[in-house]
């Protein structure tokens, strides 16, 4: 299946559409839409392609960088300079990731399924009506999830339903607007789909997919826009994923120090991994991603850890027993100046061994870097992998830690390819459904139904279970546990928005540094400073060159 869907979104995208602008029509060297719908086939083509619109990975090759918008991970290499002025204060109206990546592409998608819908009715009858239903569904859900991504990135957008004629110039519509749009689109979509999974892969949308969507769409307008009635919205959409039966989280080897990690690996991506709704399809040699050499390849390792991320983890029995306050840790710290909240509380807890005693996760979301020191000197060992058969060596000029989540270890043994991976990526699993319904139950004020959803996710990792004396203590509870279980797979951004935490997080003016060195008789080392002013960096501007071709078109608030 995965070879196929691919085989055919090449087809159909080299053959379709690529436009710089959104309004601009294809040369006539290329197939044009009014001579592509001539059988039904070529609504299968076509509903294949969409799918590349969950593409937003990066670098070429299939890289998740969005999280170093947060105040988790940084960005190292300076090659990779045109992702710096989102993360340092310095974002640009012209910026090319603003432009191709969250408008252009985006639009150019929208554009191909306005398309889509203005042929497809002529297959009835020559595509059976659960087939044409599906088609419509899938496209819908895809349209509608575009339109969420615009909102939440710059606000006030375009809201473009049909094939818009050449010299048609739109204007914005507002954020309610859009609002008003992508709802009543999410619920015809999920009548639509089916509830079962069409291929062995999770590369497919199902009712309980498009679910999961129109959820975090509306806790992001819960939160984001300051609309409550919007957690009812998502608490009745993960409901029905929730108790639909047909999913639980990944335990294939009941070991809270394999399970997690090995959720992401290719081997275990198939329809006996009960945790995936939907996953971003890759294949070895043809259409492969650079996950792993971009993690943990030799020489890149551009995405890494600061300290606060590490210190976020608690020790293995949990904060609550030692009074750590989970709001506290929730906001910006100096790890320079502060020590580990598990000093003096913990016994456990050693400041040079960070690994040791920690939840689970840790050592299944980064490799160890083995820190050792006397005489002033320090020394990094790295991690013997045996899966890999290999040892990883953190960077020796970087204090940061680097990815082992996602890194897929047979791309290490026998042959060293790590940019050839071929394990899918994963858009919508199972513990990010349950966090997100306890998050929505909580703010509902059914706070101690929602407890018990969060407590599941924690358990899987061997961590014990979390009370909650109220709403806004469960509140800050799911804000920690979303970034420890979810970090890379690029949601964080957005829940950092609709919680409005970046000036708790991200000051203007904030240090990170890299592991704590003060243990060892030296000084922490920074990583990055952060100049994000707000409430600027909530929204992004529209492209600048869409405003200079656009009349109709206005800057972006703040921009």
């Not at 191709?100 to 819908?117: A, C, E, G, L, Q």
């Not at 000036?503 to 904030?510: H, Y």
């Not at 000084?523 to 002013?533: D, E, G, I």
Request: include cysteine; glycine fraction near 6%; charge should be negative.
């Amino acid at each position: 299946m995965k070879n196929l869907a691919k085989s055919l979104l090449f087809l159909f995208v080299i053959s379709f559409i690529s436009c710089e602008s959104f309004l601009e029509r294809p040369p006539l060297s290329e197939l044009s839409e009014s001579s592509f719908y001539k059988s039904p086939g070529d609504a299968a083509y076509a509903v294949n392609a969409m799918y590349d619109a969950f593409y937003e990975l990066e670098g070429g090759n299939g890289v998740p960088y969005l999280d170093i918008l947060t105040d988790l991970i940084f960005l190292k290499n300076s090659w990779e300079a045109g992702f710096f002025p989102a993360t340092n204060g310095s974002l640009t109206t012209d910026n090319w990731w603003v432009n191709d990546r969250m408008w252009s592409n985006k639009y150019t998608y929208i554009r191909n399924i306005n398309i889509f819908f203005q042929n497809i009715d002529q297959f009835q009858g020559q595509i059976p009506d659960a087939e044409l239903n599906n088609y419509k569904g899938q496209a819908r859900t895809i349209r509608a999830f575009l339109y969420t991504r615009l909102m939440q990135i710059f606000g006030d957008a375009p809201l473009i339903k049909e094939p818009l004629p050449v010299d048609t110039w739109p204007s914005k519509n507002t954020a309610e607007e859009i609002i008003a749009f992508i709802m009543p689109e999410f619920d015809q979509a999920i009548s639509e789909l089916p509830t079962d999974p069409t291929d062995a892969k999770h590369g497919r949308l199902t009712r309980y997919a498009a679910q999961v969507y129109k959820a975090r769409a509306a806790l992001y307008v819960a939160g984001f826009y300051n609309k409550p009635e919007y957690y009812e919205v998502a608490a009745e959409a993960l409901s029905d994923v929730v108790n639909s039966g047909r999913f639980d989280l990944f335990k294939k080897y009941n070991d809270p120090y394999r399970d997690f990690g090995a959720l992401f690996l290719e081997e275990n991506e198939g329809a006996d991994n009960p945790e995936i709704l939907l996953s971003l399809q890759f294949i070895r040699d043809l259409d492969k991603n650079n996950i792993s050499g971009a993690f943990a390849g030799n020489g890149w390792k551009g995405l890494q850890a600061q300290q606060n991320y590490i210190d976020m983890f608690e020790c293995i029995d949990g904060w609550q027993k030692y009074g750590i306050s989970f709001a506290e840790m929730n906001r910006y710290r100096d790890t320079r100046a502060n020590p580990s909240p598990l000093a003096g509380k913990s016994p456990n807890y050693n400041p040079q061994n960070e690994f040791a005693n920690r939840d689970p996760r840790l050592s299944q979301t980064f490799f160890n870097p083995n820190i050792s020191g006397s005489g002033g000197a320090i020394r990094k060992s790295g991690e013997y992998w045996p899966e890999a058969d290999m040892t990883f060596f953190p960077d020796a000029d970087n204090d940061a830690y680097f990815f082992k989540k996602m890194v897929e270890p047979s791309l290490f043994t026998p042959l060293y390819q790590p940019g050839n991976g071929g394990n899918n990526y994963i858009l919508v699993r199972y513990a990010d459904v349950l966090l997100l319904y306890a998050e929505a139950l909580n703010e509902i004020n059914r706070t101690a139904e929602a407890v018990p959803y969060v407590n599941a996710v924690r358990n899987r990792a061997g961590m014990p279970n979390i009370v909650a004396g109220d709403k806004d203590e469960l509140r800050e509870i799911i804000k920690h546990e979303r970034k420890i279980e979810l970090i890379q797979e690029q949601q964080l951004y957005y829940d950092y928005k609709r919680w409005r935490d970046f000036e708790k997080t991200m000051p203007n003016g904030a240090v990170f540094y890299g592991f704590r060195r003060e243990p060892f008789g030296q000084t922490s080392q920074p990583m990055q400073t952060k100049y994000l002013t707000y409430p600027k960096y909530y929204n992004w501007s529209i492209p600048a060159g869409e405003l200079r071709n656009n009349p109709n078109l206005t800057p972006s608030e703040n921009w």
